[in-house]
């Protein structure tokens, strides 16, 4: 392989490990955790507990638990215990895509409804 072709593969190689998003999952499968998003206008927090097989959500006062499964160490499905209606009856598939320190970058949808997918980002409080 000639010199440059070399150069330009390690310069390549060299460009993608330094931009690689970090992925450690694990620590967030359990925890207390907030999430902070815009909902007509204002910002919104909710704040949630996890543990190996319930997620119990406090949001505007109301409590919401669900049973989370979790598919591999990054991606969970979440499912409500008791549903308000029938969209809530559906569960919510969730995708880590990135962690960094105390917070992780997710992807999150209705369970077989992968158009309308959405991104948030979820500190750990403890």
Do not use: H
């Not at 970090?22 to 507990?49: A, D, H, L, V, W």
């Amino acid at each position: 392989m000639p010199l440059m072709w070399r150069l330009v593969f390690f310069s390549l190689v060299l460009f993608i490990s330094c931009y690689s998003l970090e992925r450690n999952c694990k620590p967030f499968q359990q925890g207390e955790f907030k999430f902070t998003q815009i909902i007509n206008g204002e910002i919104k927090s909710s704040y949630f507990t996890r543990d190996s097989i319930f997620e119990v959500e406090l949001f505007e006062g109301k409590i919401d638990t669900s049973s989370i499964r979790w598919v591999n160490d990054c991606e969970c499905i979440l499912t409500k215990l008791n549903p308000n209606n029938n969209q809530e009856k559906r569960p919510i598939q969730i995708r880590i895509i990135s962690t960094k320190d105390d917070r992780y970058t997710f992807e999150y949808s209705l369970v077989g409804d992968s158009k309308n997918r959405q991104r948030g980002s979820i500190q750990k409080i403890n």
